[in-house]
Each structure stands twice: as C-alpha cells, then as structure tokens.
C-alpha cells in the first residue's frame, strides 16, 4: 500500500518526534492514501513556512501492516468515539497506548463542527452528522519509531498549487 507526506522537504527518514503536538491524532508522523491531500499538507505547510517548494513524499508499506504485533487504533469514520479522541487530543491531552492511530481528517472546514461540538453548541450525534456532509480524507499517524521502520521511502515529489 502507498502512503504520502506533505511537507517542505522530502522526508527520506520519517521521525515521530517531529511532529506538532495538539494534532488530531497527537504527536506523530502524519500520511494519507489519498495523493491529494498530501499535496493539500505540502502547500500548506509551504505557506506557513513561506517555503520556496512543497514536497509530497511516497512511501510503501506492508499490506499486513496492521498484522504486525503494533498497538492499533483504527476508526472507521466519523464517529464519538473518533470526535472526542480529536478533541481530547487538539486539547493537548494525548493518548500514547498506541504505535499506530489511522481515522479521518479533522480539517480546517471540519473543525468549525468540532469546535462548535467542543463548546457544548451541538451533541454529539449533531456534529457527526453535519460532519457527514463532507468528503473525509483518511490519515495514519505513527506514534513509535517501531512503527515508523514500516514505511519505505519511495520517492519525493515537488508539487505545486496549480
């Protein structure tokens, strides 16, 4: 299977240390399947950092990946139990039982429902809904190094917003 990495570089070794605390998923290395929104991160991050390129890196991972004896979690959507580990996690209050975490993307448009689920504007069950009406992208975060020696770097590639 093919995962991507959107970023500034290309990212040849990927390190969990790196990553931005208060995330989705927590502190770790962030990849999609979906091509796309990788190249959506890169020129994101191209931006923020008012980089001269954006890079989506490509990796190849096993498919028996989740066979693999590491601590998984794995949710199929958007779904409570998804909502309240993104909030619990952009709160800084990271969950660290596990090398793998793979789940939606919680997006800029996407976090205006979270927010507003946050604040106690709408349940649970409302914001699920609302968010149902979006395309939503999938994400795999590695939380371990363990985890991390799973992806082989294939090759970089220079995208751009065109």
Do not use: C
């Not at 990495?5 to 605390?21: C, L």
């Not at 890169?42 to 923020?48: E, F, G, H, I, N």
């Not at 979690?73 to 619990?88: H, I, N, P, Q």
Request: cysteine-free.
């Amino acid at each position: 299977m093919k995962l991507y990495h959107g970023s500034t570089v290309a990212v040849r070794r990927p390190n969990v240390q790196k990553g931005r605390k208060a995330t989705d998923f927590g502190k770790g290395f962030y990849t999609t399947t979906s091509f796309e929104q990788a190249r959506k991160w890169a020129l994101l991050k191209m931006s923020r950092e008012q980089s001269a390129k954006a890079v989506v890196s490509v990796y190849e991972v096993p498919d028996d990946m989740l066979d693999s004896g590491l601590s998984v979690m794995r949710f199929e959507g958007a779904t409570k139990e998804w909502l309240d580990f993104v909030v619990s996690n952009r709160r800084g209050v990271e969950d660290d039982r596990y090398a793998l975490i793979m789940g939606p993307v919680a997006n800029d448009q996407l976090y205006a429902t979270i927010r507003l689920y946050e604040q106690g504007v709408v349940t649970a069950e409302a914001a699920i809904e609302m968010l149902r009406t979006h395309r939503l992208f999938d994400q795999l975060s590695f939380h371990t190094a363990e985890a991390a020696t799973l992806l082989k770097f294939m090759e970089a590639v220079e995208v751009s917003g065109e």
